[in-house]
């Protein structure tokens, strides 16, 4: 069996403990790391230099298994210099954030129109991450810099997990989730996109 590292943020410990005993029991060599948290630019290089440490310490092939909230495994898919994991595999394990002109900004709570039609009056998205989120994005590029990344330009902060996975697993149930019929290229402009060729529902 592999080797597999599995990160975790304090808050989503458990479910990320889960998913490591279930690995485990299955017969794999699990490791498991936790980081601070809220994720912060500090929190970021703490977590990503803690993990780049652990994935050398064996030359077997070690997938990753992480944490969507859990930012330092991102550094190493966007240029940064380290050992690299033969896979990344992330869970959200918080609403599904990335963008998408189907849905409202994530984290303003809105809803989407009527049957599942586009909302109408849906916040310029490139607005609201400039006024909401233009600092966590500038502290978000700033740390991936800090630590060797080299992709220019950088995607946004809540879209740059989702894009950077090899496979990305949301912790949800249907009912619970927007449905999108967009284009994986309307979410983010970041050369990682690729068009879906088939109706996307989350």
């Known amino acids: 069996m592999g080797r597999v590292v599995v990160t975790a943020t304090t808050s989503h410990r458990r479910a990320?403990?889960?998913?490591?005993?279930?690995?485990?029991?299955?017969?794999?060599?699990?490791?498991?790391?936790?980081?601070?948290?809220?994720?912060?630019?500090?929190?970021?290089?703490d977590q990503h230099r803690r993990l780049c440490r652990l994935l050398a310490e064996s030359d077997k092939p070690t997938v990753v298994v992480g944490d969507v909230a859990f930012q330092g495994t991102l550094p190493l898919s966007y240029g940064a210099p380290g050992p690299k994991p033969a896979a990344l595999i992330l869970v959200g394990t918080e609403p599904y954030s990335l963008s998408s002109i189907d849905t409202a900004p994530a984290g303003l709570g809105l809803p989407p129109g009527p049957h599942g039609r586009r909302p109408r009056a849906q916040p310029?998205?490139?607005?609201?991450?400039?006024?909401?989120?233009?600092?966590?994005?500038?502290?978000?590029?700033?740390?991936?810099?800090?630590?060797?990344?080299?992709?220019?330009?950088?995607?946004?902060?809540?879209?740059?997990?989702?894009?950077?996975?090899?496979?990305?697993?949301?912790?949800?149930?249907e009912e619970l989730s927007y449905r999108a019929a967009t284009r994986l290229r309307t979410c983010a402009s970041s050369a990682r996109c690729r068009p879906s060729t088939s109706r996307t529902r989350w």
Not at 20 to 26: E, I, M, P
Not at 129 to 146: C, K, T
């Open 16 to 45: 990320m403990r889960t998913i490591a005993g279930a690995l485990t029991d299955r017969g794999h060599e699990v490791e498991l790391i936790t980081g601070l948290e809220p994720p912060t630019g500090r929190a970021l290089v």
């Open 124 to 173: 310029p998205r490139l607005r609201v991450r400039a006024d909401a989120l233009g600092g966590v994005q500038a502290e978000f590029v700033e740390a991936m810099r800090s630590v060797g990344v080299t992709h220019d330009p950088l995607p946004f902060v809540l879209d740059a997990p989702v894009l950077a996975a090899d496979r990305f697993l949301q912790l949800s149930v």
